[in-house]
């Protein structure tokens, strides 16, 4: 089982819709959960952190954490095309010496 | 955030040369982490940079093959040695930063592009 999984993807939503992207990991103890946006050719940038179970909003992005499910994701509410990019998932486990990420979902917003 | 350099951004390199890549940081950090993201991949730590150690490698990944020098907290080298085809890739410079939330945050470098010939 690889540590942090997400959706395959590619992930397309019409302009202005909700998407969702999520994500699952294989350490129970992990803590710090992260969500990164890599357009093609840059380097990822983050975007949403969240620590605790629950919801974790700002702007049009929410990130939700259920711990007790292993299950974090991020929604993106009014996409737009410039939202179009690749979502990274990262996790930092219970040893908190390095980031794990995922292999990351592709969405495509399409005016 | 930490505003990150690195240098080259990009380079297409011969087999069987090194090339040397440098990340600069604006603030001291303890923690730099080298990353390699090949074409349409996720990223892949290649080692942890800490000042005053030797640099911890993950699995796969080893000292000869990937030199890094860590001389103080804002700055960093990863070397590729030996090039071939298959090191085609970006490389990222990566730092940790404790966070206003009360937690660490990673933030990247605009990555270094490198293709072997």
């Known amino acids: 089982q690889k540590e942090v999984e997400q959706n395959s993807g590619p992930l397309s939503v019409p302009e202005g819709a909700i998407a969702s992207l999520n994500c699952t990991y294989s350490?129970?103890?992990?803590?710090?959960f992260f969500w990164y946006r890599q357009y093609s050719g840059k380097s990822p940038e983050l975007i949403m952190f969240i620590y605790s179970n629950g919801d974790k909003e700002d702007g049009r992005f929410t990130a939700q954490l259920n711990k007790a499910s292993q299950y974090v994701s991020l929604l993106i509410r009014d996409s737009q095309p410039s939202d179009s990019a690749t979502y990274l998932c990262a996790v930092i486990g219970t040893s908190y010496d390095k980031v794990i990420f995922g292999p990351g979902t592709s969405l495509s917003v399409i005016p | 955030s930490a505003v990150i350099s690195q240098k080259p951004s990009r380079d297409i390199c011969q087999r069987g040369t090194s090339l040397t890549i440098q990340c600069q940081v604006d603030?001291?950090?303890?923690?730099m982490f080298w990353y390699r993201q090949q074409p349409g991949q996720s990223l892949t730590l290649i080692a942890t940079?800490?000042?005053?150690?030797?640099?911890?490698?993950e699995s796969g990944f080893v000292i000869d093959k990937f030199p890094i020098s860590r001389p103080n907290l804002t700055f960093s080298t990863l070397t590729v040695s030996n090039m071939s085809p298959e090191d085609s890739s970006i490389y990222l410079c990566?730092?940790?930063?404790?966070?206003?939330?009360?937690?660490?945050?990673?933030?990247f470098g605009p990555g270094t592009r490198l293709t072997v010939t």
């Open positions: 603030s001291q950090v303890t923690m």
């Open positions: 990566s730092v940790e930063e404790y966070g206003l939330a009360g937690g660490y945050e990673q933030y």
């Open positions: 350490d129970r103890g992990s803590q710090s």
């Open positions: 940079a800490n000042q005053g150690s030797e640099a911890t490698y």
